[in-house]
């Protein structure tokens, strides 16, 4: 099964990454906020500092985000939400977002959703049928490691399961082992295409036609609303 990830959907170049960058530096700022800027000590801003390398944020700009939640701030404060709801098809979408005004995100994702045939449901509706896993994907092509050797490197490292692709491995973690795992990977040499803490789906709906422009279109709407940070969903679309 391959994960298809909403950062993956879209190639808008240097736009899409300054939107990126901007997103993962609230992240950052928020989690240092309220766990402190020490990431050893802190779990949230861990993770968030591991996604933001992972999408090959500069350093300046994670140290830039940590020093001002360890200043006096902007007076700024934001919330964690997650909204759910189904796309065309039947498919499951959660939208994570950080707001400082719940009642404009809600507005918005609400109208994301009805423009393009879904519909945003109760908190639960769809994420019982997510993992809330690590994931780390290697190239196959870049690192010619087989199966058996992947699979032993990996679950020596920590990691939960590795899935197999022609072109990628996909190695699961428990959230909290994530940056563990990654660690001892890189240290054997290993380099990612994809690395990060998501919500996973369990099942993947196949969707193509009108459905397939539909749920682009709202991909496209998520992925312009600043407060959005990331949008997990179960579709593939089929060629």
């Known amino acids: 099964m391959k994960f298809k990830l909403f950062k993956d959907r879209k ?10 960058f901007v ?18 000590a802190n779990f949230g801003l861990k993770t968030a500092i591991a996604n933001a390398r992972a999408e090959q944020m500069p350093n300046d700009n994670i140290e830039r985000a940590i020093k001002k939640a360890a200043g006096a701030g902007d007076g700024v404060e934001y919330d964690d939400i997650m909204y759910e709801g189904y796309g065309p ?3 499951a979408i959660m939208v994570k977002c950080l707001t400082d005004n719940r009642n404009r995100t809600a507005a918005d ?3 994301a959703f009805n423009k393009r045939g879904g519909n945003m449901g109760e908190s639960g509706c769809v994420g019982y049928m997510f993992d809330h896993k690590g994931l780390l994907v290697v190239d196959r092509e870049v690192h010619e490691a087989d199966e058996d050797t992947m699979m032993m490197v990996a679950l020596e490292a920590g990691a939960e399961d590795v899935v197999v692709n022609d072109d990628s491995f ?3 973690t428990h959230p909290h082992e994530f940056e563990q795992v990654k660690n001892a990977l890189e240290k054997e040499g290993y380099s990612f295409v994809n690395a990060g803490v998501r ?9 193509d036609g009108e459905n397939a422009d539909k749920l682009l279109k709202m991909m496209d709407a998520f992925e312009d609303n600043d407060d959005v940070q990331d949008v997990y969903s179960n579709f593939e679309i089929v060629e």
């Open 109 to 111: 994702v609400r109208s």
């Open 11 to 20: 190639g808008k170049a240097d736009q899409a990454k300054n939107n990126k």
């Open 170 to 172: 996909e190695i699961l």
């Open 23 to 40: 997103k993962l530096g609230r992240e950052i700022y928020v989690q240092a906020r309220r766990g402190g800027p020490n990431p050893d």
């Open 199 to 207: 919500w996973l789906p369990q099942n993947i709906v196949k969707v």
């Open 89 to 91: 098809g039947g498919v």
